[in-house]
């Protein structure tokens, strides 16, 4: 019995075994997440023409661009554009939704709408998670396109940890 024990804890398997355990308290300690929450990971996302000016020969132009704080689920924003029908109207963070497919308003983007619009705004949980899902997008309005002229997709780009 007792060579049957130490072979269960023999080389192979203990550090093995001791590095998982290891991370498993981290994650339940929270010791893990809580170094993960400090990443700052840059948001990008192109505008593209919509609804009714997709078809009407667009001349939409500009991007999202900004950073996301996974710990204090803060993201900051510059929206930048040009080729819009007129003023920009109406701003907002849509989703949760799939490129291509509509959503509801998850945070207003205040005014001024001069390109560029700069801000940050702070997520819920379920907003930062849809967020980093690639279910977050912007939604620029004009008063000849109140349902939305321009629409950027937002994508989280990677962290690189060094090691």
């Keep these: 019995m007792r060579n049957a024990t130490r072979h269960a804890g023999s080389a192979f398997a203990g550090p093995r075994?001791?590095?998982?355990?290891?991370?498993?308290?981290?994650?339940?300690?929270?010791?893990?997440?809580g170094a993960a929450r400090a990443d700052t990971l840059p948001v990008r996302g192109?505008?593209?023409?919509?609804g009714k000016a997709a078809g009407a020969g667009s001349h939409v132009k500009g991007h999202v661009s900004g950073s996301f704080d996974t710990g204090s689920d803060v993201l900051s924003y510059t929206v930048t554009y040009s080729g819009l029908s007129g003023p920009v109207v109406a701003a907002h963070f849509h989703g949760p939704a799939?490129?291509?497919?509509?959503?509801?308003?998850?945070?207003?983007?205040?005014a001024p709408y001069d390109s560029p619009i700069k801000g940050e705004v702070t997520l819920?949980?379920?907003?930062?998670?849809?967020?980093?899902?690639?279910?977050?997008?912007?939604?620029?309005?004009?008063?000849?396109n109140p349902m939305g002229e321009a629409r950027a997709q937002l994508h989280l780009g990677r962290h690189h940890h060094h090691g």
């Design 98 to 110: 799939a490129p291509g497919v509509s959503a509801g308003v998850l945070q207003p983007i205040p």
């Design 17 to 33: 075994l001791a590095a998982g355990l290891l991370a498993a308290a981290l994650l339940a300690s929270g010791a893990w997440a």
């Design 124 to 144: 819920t949980a379920d907003q930062a998670a849809d967020l980093t899902k690639g279910l977050v997008y912007v939604n620029l309005h004009t008063a000849a």
């Design 46 to 50: 192109h505008f593209m023409a919509e």
